[in-house]
């Protein structure tokens, strides 16, 4: 049973901005999975995703929003999890959780329970967006996403983060110069000869084409600059030559995000270290901590959707007891070691 908390599937891809070009890196991975997958137009995937889903049969629970997963089971002897939450001043609580044996209750947030033997977490992390933090970070024309770059016009945007989302973003709004958008995007980072330096978290393609569109003219990138306030019509800037005010009607803010720690936890997993960004602790085969819930996609270290996607399937073939299945990237690096 496929539990989704949203009205239709692939929410993350769902959200990408209109007519985004989707990449299927690594090319040289080979693709397990029941459903196609290539780079193409994210319309086009997302159709032949929900074809194929339908075509399959998979029983899809639509507006599942689970909100916690219990073991019902006798409790685990010796393990129990300690989970430490940190508030906003630095201090600390721990409370203790004793881990049951499967089965276990999934809760919705409608009330209703589902039970499962093994459960498969691929909630990937994008409904736990890492949010604008200076004064003024909440105003409502703060906006962590963008549906259609083409609908938007005359406006001044600034894009904060240059990672592959919010170059993305960026060179949409700017693609047909008769929309009249003026963009500026803001790196971090200083500028350097080398791409991988100045853009750490964008793909080299990406991260060049938006070079070339500064070049251009047809949008400004700003170096070594963030955010210091927001008010409306306005963000003042901190760069290396001190404050800067400038226009400002919309900002998309694409800063990543974190793993939703607090609702993993509480299903009994326990993370790699207490660092907000740590993905959960996980065998070679995507188990848990706690017995039978498995961690894949985005939510296990993966920002990628080919690994994601065979991640799934070598999931399943281990639940149904294909314990010999090696990962699909074990002939590459075999090859390459
Ligand atoms: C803007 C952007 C562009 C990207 N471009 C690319 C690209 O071109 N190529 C590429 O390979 N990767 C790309 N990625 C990364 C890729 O989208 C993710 O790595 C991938 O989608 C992760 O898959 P996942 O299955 O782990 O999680 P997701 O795709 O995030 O799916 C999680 C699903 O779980 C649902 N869900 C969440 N919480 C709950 C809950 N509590 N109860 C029930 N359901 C829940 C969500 O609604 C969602 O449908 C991009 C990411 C972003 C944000």
Not at 132 to 145: N, S
Not at 158 to 175: P, Y
Request: charged share 25%; net charge negative.
């Amino acid at each position: 049973m496929l539990l989704e908390k949203a009205d239709h599937l692939s929410d993350t891809i769902f959200k990408y901005q209109k007519g985004k070009h989707v990449m299927a890196t690594p090319s040289q991975l080979v693709l397990r999975s029941d459903q196609e997958f290539d780079a193409g137009k994210r319309e086009d995937i997302l159709d032949r995703w929900n074809g194929r889903t339908a075509e399959l049969g998979v029983n899809v629970m639509y507006n599942a929003d689970v909100k916690a997963i219990k073991g019902t089971g006798e409790a685990i002897a010796g393990s129990v999890q300690k989970i430490v939450s940190r508030a906003r001043d630095g201090s600390t609580t721990t409370t203790e959780l004793q881990r049951h044996a499967p089965p276990y209750a999934i809760t919705l947030t409608n009330g209703e329970t589902v039970m499962a033997q093994n459960v498969v977490l691929a909630i990937g992390t994008q409904g736990n967006p890492n949010l604008m933090r200076c004064p003024g970070g909440d105003l409502p024309h703060v906006t962590y996403q963008l549906d259609d770059p083409y609908a938007v016009i005359d406006q001044h945007i600034i894009v904060v983060g240059t990672g592959d989302a919010g170059i993305e973003n960026a060179r949409g709004l700017v693609e047909d110069p008769a929309q009249g958008n003026t963009v500026t995007i803001l790196n971090r980072n200083p500028r350097s000869t080398n791409v991988r330096e100045s853009f750490s978290t964008a793909k080299e393609p990406n991260a060049k084409a938006l070079i070339e569109d500064d070049a251009a003219g047809r949008l400004t990138i700003r170096y070594e600059a963030e955010t210091s306030a927001v008010e409306p019509g306005w963000v003042t800037l901190s760069t290396r030559d001190g404050e800067e005010r400038i226009r400002c009607d919309r900002i998309i803010a694409r800063i990543g995000s974190a793993p939703p720690r607090a609702f993993v936890e509480g299903c009994g997993i326990e993370f790699a270290s207490a660092d907000r960004l740590a993905f959960p602790t996980l065998s070679p085969q995507f188990e848990s901590t706690a017995p039978g819930i498995f961690v894949i996609g985005a939510l296990a270290g993966y920002p990628l959707i080919k690994h994601c996607m065979n991640q799934g399937y070598d999931v399943v073939e281990f639940i149904n007891g294909n314990k010999d299945l090696k990962p699909a990237d074990e002939p590459l690096l075999e090859a390459k070691f």
